[in-house]
C-alpha cells in the first residue's frame, strides 16, 4: 500500500548541481533535489526506525518525487511542476504570451535533419516576438489543461505558479590539514534552495514551498537531514491534498483521441540519450515499463538542455559515474496502436518510464499523462 509524505524543509537545502567542484569551481549553483536523493532519504530513514543493516535489499524500495508543493497557511498543498518543453514566454510589444509548440509537418519546400519518422516542432500561431524567461513551475492543474489544448495565460502563471526557486548562497574557507586554520586563497561557494516563506510586493506570503514523495515502506514523522551540510527538514506523514491523482475522465480522452502526450515529472534516463530504450530504434515502436499491454508509436519530442546526474556509492565508497538525464518538463507524443484494458492509466499517471529498473525504483521519469490526436497533426 502506498504511503504519502511530505518534507518540509527548515533550513535552506543544499544539493549539488553535477558540475565539478574545486578551488577553481565557482559557485555549484542551487539545484533542484534528483528522484535519487528523496530516494536515499527515505531508505536511510527506513533502516533507522527499523534498526535494519544497509543492504542492496534497501535499493529494491520504489520511492517517487520529489514533487515541488505550495503549502497553504492551512495546511493544504498545491502541487507545482516544471515548465513543460512545448511552451515558449514570447514578449509581443507590451505583453507576454506563452505560445504552444506542436508537432506537425514541415511547410513545403523545407527541410531539417530530423529522423524522417518524428515530426518537428512548429508553433501554432505566428508570432514575432522575444523570447523571456517566465515561471519555471507551473500549478499542476494548468498544466493538465495545457496538455489537453487549453490556453494558458502568462499572467495566471506568474500568479499561480512560481518564477524560480529562491536562492541562497554561502561563501566557505578550507582548512589548512596541519594547522586547522584557514588556507589563504581558498574560498568557496555553495548554493541552497530556500522554501520558507517569501516577501513579494512588500508583504511577506502566507505559503511555503514544500517537497511531496510517495512511496511502500511506513516512516514516522521525524527531523531528518535532507541534501548536504546536514541541513534539517521534517518528514510528515500525508498532507491535506497530497500526492495528486489524475482527472477521472483523462483515461477515456486518451482512448478516444488514440493518442498519448506524456510530460516528465522528474528527470528520465534512457539508454538512447533523449529516446527512450524501451522503444525499438528502428520503428520507435514499444510499451512503457510499468504499462507493458500498451503499444506505442514515438511521434514527436520536446526536450532540452540534459541534465547531469551523480551522486556518491555507499556500497563502495566512492563517487558514481555522471550519466545524462533527460530534464523534467520534456513532452513525448505517442500515437497508440492498440486499445489498453480499462485501468491502464493507472499504471502510468506519475509512474516512472526510464529504462533501468534501479532507475525506475528510484523515481527517475515519473510521467503526466494526456491526450493528443495523431491524426489532426499529420
Not at 186 to 208: M, S
Amino acid at each position: 500500500m502506498n504511503q504519502d509524505y511530505l518534507i518540509e524543509a527548515l533550513a535552506p537545502l543544499v544539493f549539488r548541481s553535477g558540475k565539478p567542484f574545486g578551488a577553481q569551481a565557482g559557485v555549484d549553483g542551487a539545484a533542484f533535489p534528483l528522484p535519487s536523493s528523496l530516494a536515499g532519504l527515505l531508505r536511510t530513514l527506513y533502516a533507522d526506525q527499523q534498526k535494519a543493516e544497509f543492504s542492496e535489499d534497501l535499493r529494491k524500495i520504489p520511492v517517487a518525487g520529489p514533487l515541488l508543493a505550495r503549502r497553504d497557511a492551512d495546511g493544504k498543498t498545491r502541487p507545482l511542476a516544471p515548465r513543460p518543453a512545448d511552451a515558449l514566454y514570447l514578449k509581443d510589444g507590451g505583453l507576454t504570451r506563452v505560445v504552444r509548440l506542436s508537432p506537425g509537418p514541415l511547410p513545403q519546400d523545407t527541410g531539417c535533419d530530423l529522423r524522417e519518422d518524428l515530426l518537428p516542432l512548429r508553433m501554432t500561431e505566428r508570432l514575432d516576438g522575444k523570447p523571456v524567461p517566465g515561471p519555471q513551475f507551473w500549478p499542476l492543474d494548468r498544466l493538465m489543461e495545457w496538455g489537453a489544448g487549453v490556453t494558458v495565460e502568462f499572467r495566471t502563471l506568474e500568479t499561480e505558479g512560481l518564477g524560480a526557486l529562491a536562492a541562497e548562497e554561502r561563501t566557505h574557507v578550507a582548512l589548512d590539514d596541519t594547522t586547522l586554520a584557514s588556507d589563504d586563497g581558498r574560498l568557496f561557494q555553495t548554493g541552497g534552495i530556500d522554501l520558507a516563506p517569501c516577501q513579494e510586493a512588500g508583504t511577506w506570503q502566507q505559503h511555503d514551498l514544500v517537497f511531496l514523495a510517495r512511496t511502500e515502506i511506513k516512516l514516522n514523522s521525524t527531523l531528518a537531514t535532507f541534501g548536504g551540510e546536514r541541513r534539517l527538514s521534517r518528514l510528515h506523514g500525508r498532507a491535506t491534498g497530497g500526492w495528486p491523482g489524475h482527472p477521472g475522465d483523462l483515461e477515456a480522452k486518451i482512448l478516444a483521441a488514440k493518442g498519448l502526450r506524456l510530460s516528465l515529472a522528474t528527470p528520465a534516463i534512457f539508454a538512447e540519450g533523449h529516446l527512450p530504450g524501451w522503444l525499438d530504434q528502428k520503428t520507435l515502436v514499444g510499451s512503457p515499463p510499468a504499462c507493458p499491454a500498451l503499444s506505442l508509436k514515438l511521434r514527436a519530442v520536446a526536450v532540452e538542455r540534459w541534465l547531469p546526474v551523480s551522486g556518491w556509492d555507499l556500497a563502495k565508497h566512492q563517487p558514481r559515474a555522471m550519466r545524462k538525464a533527460v530534464a523534467a518538463g520534456a513532452v513525448y507524443w505517442f500515437e497508440l496502436l492498440n486499445v489498453p484494458a480499462p485501468g491502464f492509466l493507472d499504471t502510468l499517471w506519475l509512474k516512472p518510464v526510464s529504462d533501468h529498473a534501479q532507475d525506475r525504483l528510484d523515481g527517475f521519469g515519473l510521467a503526466l499523462p494526456g491526450a493528443w490526436n495523431p491524426i489532426a497533426h499529420q
